[in-house]
């Protein structure tokens, strides 16, 4: 009987010291947080990342492969703003997981560590595809990432206290590197400070504001409207009197718009990576940067 | 925003003084105004003195890199702090009605060009035969409008109601349930009113269908739409390929189930067990299948029916009935990215056995009310796929089939009645081809046009013409896979 109970024990043990061991497993609803988190967590973390550079955040299928995911995961990090509103709920309250529930630790939402822009005074969906608690694209502005990633460092502490030591240190590591390269960025890009550009969608806002670059129209009609043949015909107007440096578009984007404006005006147009995977060397978060910059330089050379 | 709430506060503040004012001195009145000068400056001055901090914490934060590296913690807690500030800024809903629940509301139309007059809608064969499951009418008329409320309770809990609101002025609650939102280990239970997990597009909400009208089979064998009130208890496994099972006891209150409204009964008059997988093949294409049961126990189903002399009498169908659906869902997009081409293929195929008593002619109007053993096998299925060949636009072509396959009647075998005082019920293989084209302004509206070829009746084909709108204002919830 004793050696039973002994034995009982022993296997629950085991089975304890088994989920201590094995790695947190994580689901980013974007590759650049699942980049982030790889950054941080390492070998401590199994990452999977649910969209990718090729889709667009806002419109993704709530897809019975990532309920199965969400549903086993141990955390949860997205970038939230309603980002997306349009997914994400269903995957939560389908998935049967009370960790990653909203407000709970295993739940983190990059948009709370940073300031916004581009809050809407009034909502209304007149004006297209808006979001109320702000712009969401700001890891677009790798100082928004240093927020987030000091906010993150924190909270895997606190979910996988065993390894909070290991989080801290590496957190540390790359933050240090982090600040040192955008030192190094913000030095190479700045001779970009002032360009006009023109973009697709409202997704550089905060890109557009570190490296000092402005903004003289978008593709989009509205954010989240497809370009119309009237309104390029319009931009394409306004750039034959005041023509933009460069036109911007995300890998995710439908490129026929910023190549007929750019065929008709001579601005050329530069495809950024936006996140992760987006270009051959996007491949993490400083080549994300690295790229990014090197495009926006080529382009205007 | 702040600054103006203060205000506000301020002010009404001063016009509760400024009522009590009649009852005051003079010298009491200037001691309140300078209180409220006072108070006004003070406000103003945390206000100066918040934003101040605001500005400050938002510094820190920019450079909480650097501070990261030597007190995280700290800067973890500026940063969060700079976003409780600018969120208080931002003037965010506050107060009571921040808790209201999210409210959506679906508007649709159509108008109707039909060859056949659609009061006279049936579907040979099979019962029921017209009412809810016909098409829309001729001409101009205002679809069902849908409102949705639906919030988290609390911790544990979401709520949700959906009223129908029809076009003749009378409201029907379509969903309302309550769900479970933390039980952990991929378990999910929801309990109310909810639309069936039996196949595929019988859980799809009018406003999200890819055609105006539901497949024949699911008007034929759940009455388009079946909503019970009951409980589902859902799991979903701990594997990365999705696998979900579930099941469902309701009260019967409907068709396929009944009498109308549901026996007065302990228990459960309808059960449903259900099994759901899904995956993804590379990132273009993700796809789900389903099987599932459904077991009601049907008592008093009505219908109407000519009879050989004639005379329009009321049948009556009591028994059991089984109904087994398999079916699936495959989409795909160019890595999966909708927003430019995409393209979805969805195909269920049903099968039903029922057996039980018939009673002809309850209300003994022609040859007197007589009762024989009722046996049917029916089956049926459709097909659709639906292409957006461009942003906005997309063209679906659905196909249906029918089979009413072999109905025993115990008064026809006895020799009681003939074939001939059963008509609808005579052998039919429904068919019916369907076209449409739709175009969306985005993902809150949408317009369709849509042909159909039906030969769900004997003696005709009803070819349709519709053209449709649905719209949907306020928060709209995302849609299922």
Request: charged residues 20%.
């Given at each position: 009987?004793?050696?039973?109970?002994?034995f009982?024990?022993?296997?629950?043990?085991?089975?304890?010291?088994?989920q201590a061991q094995?790695?947190?497993?994580?689901v980013?609803?974007?590759?650049e947080?699942?980049?982030?988190v790889?950054e941080?967590?390492?070998?401590?973390?199994?990452?999977?990342?649910?969209?990718t550079?090729?889709?667009?955040?806002?419109?993704i299928e709530?897809?019975?492969?990532?309920?199965a995911r969400?549903?086993?995961?141990?955390?949860l990090?997205?970038?939230?703003s309603?980002?997306?509103a349009?997914w994400l709920?269903?995957?939560?309250?389908?998935?049967?997981?009370?960790?990653?529930?909203?407000g709970?630790p295993?739940?983190?939402?990059?948009?709370?560590?940073?300031?916004?822009?581009?809050i809407?005074q009034?909502?209304?969906?007149?004006?297209g595809?808006?979001?109320?608690?702000?712009?969401?694209?700001?890891?677009?502005?790798?100082?928004?990432?240093?927020?987030?990633?000091v906010?993150?460092?924190?909270?895997?502490?606190?979910?996988?206290?065993?390894?909070?030591?290991?989080?801290?240190?590496?957190?540390?590591?790359?933050?240090?590197?982090?600040q040192?390269?955008?030192?190094r960025?913000?030095?190479?890009?700045?001779?970009l400070?002032?360009?006009?550009?023109?973009?697709?969608?409202?997704?550089?806002?905060y890109?557009?504001?570190?490296?000092?670059?402005?903004?003289?129209?978008?593709?989009?009609?509205?954010?989240?409207?497809?370009?119309?043949?009237?309104?390029?015909?319009?931009l394409?107007?306004?750039?034959?009197?005041q023509?933009?440096?460069?036109?911007?578009?995300?890998?995710?984007?439908?490129?026929?718009?910023?190549?007929?404006?750019?065929q008709?005006?001579?601005?050329?147009?530069?495809?950024?990576?936006?996140?992760?995977?987006g270009?051959?060397?996007?491949?993490?978060?400083?080549g994300?940067?690295?790229?990014?910059i090197?495009?926006?330089?080529?382009?205007?050379? | 925003?702040?600054r103006?709430?203060?205000?506000?506060?301020?002010?009404?503040?001063?016009?509760c003084?400024s009522?009590?004012?009649?009852?005051?001195?003079?010298?009491?009145?200037?001691?309140?105004r300078?209180?409220?000068?006072?108070?006004?400056?003070?406000?103003e001055?945390?206000?100066?003195?918040?934003e101040?901090?605001?500005?400050?914490?938002?510094?820190?934060?920019?450079?909480?890199?650097?501070?990261?590296?030597?007190?995280?913690?700290?800067?973890?807690?500026?940063?969060?702090?700079?976003?409780?500030?600018?969120?208080?800024?931002?003037g965010?809903?506050?107060?009571e009605?921040?808790f209201?629940?999210?409210?959506?509301?679906?508007?649709?139309?159509?108008?109707g060009?039909?060859?056949?007059d659609?009061s006279?809608?049936r579907?040979?064969?099979?019962?029921?035969?017209?009412?809810?499951v016909?098409?829309?009418?001729?001409?101009?008329?205002?679809?069902?409008?849908?409102l949705?409320l639906?919030?988290?309770?609390?911790?544990?809990?979401?709520?949700?109601?959906?009223?129908?609101l029809?076009?003749?002025d009378?409201?029907?609650?379509?969903?309302?349930?309550i769900?479970?939102l933390?039980?952990s280990?991929?378990?999910t239970?929801?309990?109310?009113?909810?639309?069936?997990?039996?196949?595929?597009?019988?859980?799809?909400?009018?406003?999200?269908?890819?055609?105006?009208?539901?497949?024949l089979?699911?008007k034929?064998?759940l009455g388009?739409?079946?909503?019970?009130?009951?409980?589902?208890?859902?799991?979903?496994?701990?594997t990365?390929?999705?696998l979900?099972?579930?099941?469902?006891?309701?009260r019967?209150?409907?068709?396929?189930?009944?009498?109308?409204?549901?026996?007065?009964?302990?228990?459960?008059?309808?059960?449903?067990?259900?099994?759901?997988?899904?995956?993804?093949i590379?990132?273009?294409?993700?796809?789900?299948?389903?099987?599932?049961?459904?077991?009601?126990?049907?008592?008093n189903?009505?219908?109407e029916?000519s009879?050989?002399?004639?005379?329009?009498?009321?049948?009556?169908?009591?028994?059991?009935?089984?109904l087994?659906?398999?079916?699936?869902?495959?989409?795909?997009?160019?890595?999966g990215?909708?927003?430019?081409?995409?393209?979805?293929?969805?195909?269920?195929?049903?099968r039903?056995?029922?057996?039980?008593?018939?009673?002809?002619?309850?209300?003994?109007?022609?040859?007197?009310?007589?009762t024989?053993?009722?046996r049917?096998?029916?089956?049926?299925?459709?097909?659709?796929g639906?292409?957006?060949?461009?942003p906005q636009?997309r063209l679906?072509?659905?196909h249906?089939?029918?089979?009413?396959?072999?109905?025993?009647?115990?008064?026809?075998?006895?020799?009681?009645l003939?074939?001939?005082d059963?008509?609808?019920?005579?052998?039919?293989q429904?068919?019916?081809?369907?076209?449409?084209?739709?175009?969306?302004?985005s993902?809150?509206s949408?317009?369709?046009l849509?042909?159909a070829?039906?030969?769900?009746?004997?003696d005709?084909t009803?070819?349709?013409v519709f053209?449709?709108?649905?719209?949907?204002?306020?928060?709209?919830?995302?849609?299922?896979?």
């Amino acid at each position: 009987m004793k050696n039973r109970l002994n034995f009982l024990l022993g296997v629950c043990l085991g089975l304890v010291m088994l989920q201590a061991q094995a790695a947190m497993k994580v689901v980013a609803c974007e590759p650049e947080w699942g980049a982030l988190v790889q950054e941080i967590a390492a070998d401590k973390a199994t990452v999977y990342v649910a969209t990718t550079a090729f889709q667009d955040p806002h419109h993704i299928e709530a897809r019975p492969s990532l309920i199965a995911r969400v549903r086993n995961a141990d955390f949860l990090i997205c970038t939230g703003s309603d980002l997306e509103a349009g997914w994400l709920p269903l995957l939560l309250t389908q998935s049967g997981n009370r960790g990653i529930q909203p407000g709970s630790p295993g739940h983190f939402e990059a948009a709370q560590f940073v300031a916004r822009q581009e809050i809407p005074q009034v909502l209304d969906r007149a004006q297209g595809d808006i979001h109320p608690g702000g712009n969401p694209h700001f890891h677009t502005d790798p100082r928004n990432v240093t927020k987030v990633a000091v906010a993150l460092v924190e909270r895997l502490a606190q979910v996988d206290t065993a390894n909070a030591v290991f989080y801290r240190g590496r957190g540390k590591t790359f933050l240090d590197r982090w600040q040192a390269a955008i030192l190094r960025w913000e030095q190479q890009a700045a001779s970009l400070k002032g360009i006009p550009v023109v973009v697709h969608h409202k997704e550089w806002t905060y890109l557009q504001a570190w490296l000092g670059l402005h903004e003289v129209g978008s593709l989009e009609p509205k954010p989240g409207v497809p370009p119309t043949p009237a309104h390029l015909a319009q931009l394409l107007e306004r750039m034959q009197r005041q023509p933009a440096r460069i036109i911007i578009r995300s890998a995710y984007n439908d490129p026929k718009a910023s190549q007929f404006l750019s065929q008709r005006s001579g601005i050329p147009a530069v495809l950024l990576p936006y996140t992760i995977g987006g270009t051959d060397k996007a491949t993490d978060l400083f080549g994300l940067f690295d790229d990014t910059i090197a495009r926006l330089l080529a382009a205007v050379k | 925003m702040f600054r103006s709430i203060l205000f506000g506060i301020t002010f009404a503040a001063t016009l509760c003084f400024s009522s009590l004012a009649s009852a005051v001195t003079n010298d009491e009145l200037k001691e309140l105004r300078e209180q409220v000068r006072q108070l006004k400056e003070q406000y103003e001055k945390r206000i100066g003195a918040l934003e101040q901090r605001l500005q400050e914490a938002e510094r820190a934060a920019s450079q909480a890199g650097t501070v990261a590296a030597k007190a995280s913690a700290a800067a973890d807690q500026a940063a969060i702090k700079a976003v409780q500030a600018t969120a208080q800024a931002s003037g965010r809903a506050s107060g009571e009605n921040a808790f209201n629940p999210a409210v959506s509301l679906i508007l649709n139309g159509t108008y109707g060009s039909l060859s056949r007059d659609p009061s006279g809608f049936r579907i040979n064969g099979f019962v029921p035969t017209g009412g809810e499951v016909g098409p829309p009418n001729r001409g101009f008329s205002l679809g069902e409008s849908e409102l949705m409320l639906s919030a988290n309770i609390d911790p544990n809990f979401r709520g949700t109601l959906i009223a129908a609101l029809s076009p003749d002025d009378s409201v029907a609650v379509e969903e309302g349930y309550i769900q479970t939102l933390g039980l952990s280990n991929g378990l999910t239970i929801k309990a109310g009113r909810f639309f069936s997990a039996v196949g595929y597009q019988n859980e799809i909400h009018a406003h999200a269908w890819d055609f105006v009208d539901a497949p024949l089979v699911n008007k034929v064998f759940l009455g388009n739409q079946f909503a019970d009130d009951g409980v589902q208890l859902k799991w979903i496994a701990p594997t990365d390929t999705y696998l979900a099972l579930g099941l469902e006891a309701g009260r019967g209150r409907k068709f396929p189930g009944g009498p109308d409204g549901g026996r007065s009964k302990n228990g459960f008059g309808s059960g449903t067990l259900f099994a759901h997988v899904g995956g993804d093949i590379g990132s273009s294409t993700a796809w789900k299948l389903g099987l599932s049961h459904l077991r009601t126990s049907p008592q008093n189903r009505t219908y109407e029916d000519s009879d050989s002399t004639g005379t329009t009498v009321t049948n009556s169908i009591n028994g059991a009935s089984r109904l087994w659906v398999v079916g699936g869902v495959l989409k795909w997009a160019p890595n999966g990215n909708s927003s430019v081409t995409n393209f979805k293929l969805q195909g269920e195929y049903f099968r039903r056995s029922e057996r039980g008593d018939q009673i002809y002619d309850t209300t003994a109007a022609s040859l007197g009310t007589q009762t024989g053993s009722y046996r049917t096998h029916q089956s049926g299925w459709y097909a659709q796929g639906v292409y957006q060949f461009m942003p906005q636009w997309r063209l679906g072509y659905r196909h249906d089939r029918l089979n009413s396959g072999a109905t025993t009647l115990g008064l026809v075998d006895s020799g009681a009645l003939t074939p001939a005082d059963f008509p609808i019920l005579a052998h039919h293989q429904p068919t019916r081809n369907t076209l449409m084209l739709d175009w969306s302004g985005s993902e809150f509206s949408r317009v369709r046009l849509q042909f159909a070829r039906d030969r769900s009746r004997f003696d005709a084909t009803d070819n349709q013409v519709f053209l449709q709108y649905i719209m949907s204002l306020g928060a709209h919830g995302a849609h299922a896979f």
